[in-house]
């Protein structure tokens, strides 16, 4: 490994995760590559916000540290691609950790937020409670804003999210608004209330609406309490 440059100045592990992977993107850039390899133009496309200068950084960065690598795919036409390392595909249970952690203080997305298909596969697996899916065969089709489409497929506990429709799904589940589903497996709306509002709408039975709350789930971080505690 190179040479550090920015460094806390701690013998510490968190200190040195920090150091790789806690730069301002990085960890967005290793999001996007936990579902597999990207070519530098896909990554732009799915952090728009980001300056090319920074993403450039970021990557040369992470390669030096060896937590991704590049590589060359004869099957393209610009074969080049970023990927992560084993040691960096070892940041992906943190990565879902993490992310659930964050969900559970999300609120309703601001008109300049963006969410990616990346985002929302990766919602999925990491609000998936595998303890519920003992035993269940059941597909979800999930249409947001009728500009992106994915699919859930759940055998006996193992879960499979891959993007595009999924012929003869059990329950084609449209959400109208961004956060529509996160209200529903967080508890804010039932079921009936996402589908008597519009907000959510359904091509199947609403049991098995139902049950997707309950394979999906998220629990809302508690409320900061203001003043100082005597405990």
């Known amino acids: 490994m190179t040479a550090r440059t920015r460094t806390y100045g701690q013998y510490c592990g968190l200190a040195r995760a920090m150091e790789l992977v806690g730069e301002r993107w990085a960890l967005l850039i ?23 200068s920074i993403l450039s ?4 960065e992470m390669e030096e540290s060896g937590v991704i690598r590049r590589r060359v795919r004869p099957d393209l036409d610009a074969g080049l691609v970023y990927e992560l390392t084993q040691y960096g595909s070892e940041l992906d ?40 899916a003992a035993g269940v065969q059941i ?9 992106m489409i994915l699919h859930a ?6 879960l ?9 799904a059990d329950l084609i589940i449209r959400s109208s608004q961004g956060s529509a589903l996160l209200d ?17 709408s359904i091509e199947g039975d609403v049991r098995d609406l139902e049950l997707f709350t309950r394979l999906f789930r ?13 405990h």
């Open 153 to 158: 497929m759940i055998d006996d506990g193992d």
């Open 160 to 168: 499979k999210v891959s993007e595009g429709r999924y012929p003869d």
């Open 57 to 60: 950084a970021r990557l040369n």
């Open 184 to 200: 529903v497996i967080g508890g804010h709306l039932t079921p009936a209330q996402a589908l008597a509002d519009g907000s959510v």
């Open 218 to 230: 998220l629990t809302s971080a508690p409320e900061p309490k203001s003043g100082v505690s005597l």
């Open 139 to 147: 597909t979800f089709e999930i249409q947001y804003h009728n500009t």
């Open 93 to 132: 249970q943190i990565l879902l950790d993490l992310g659930l952690w964050g969900a559970r203080s999300l609120s309703h997305p601001g008109p300049d937020d963006i969410f990616t298909l990346d985002a929302a596969i990766l919602s999925l697996f990491t609000t998936f409670q595998a303890e519920a």
């Open 30 to 52: 290793v999001r996007d590559l936990v579902l597999g390899p990207k070519r530098y133009n896909e990554l732009r496309t799915g952090l728009p916000k980001i300056p090319p």
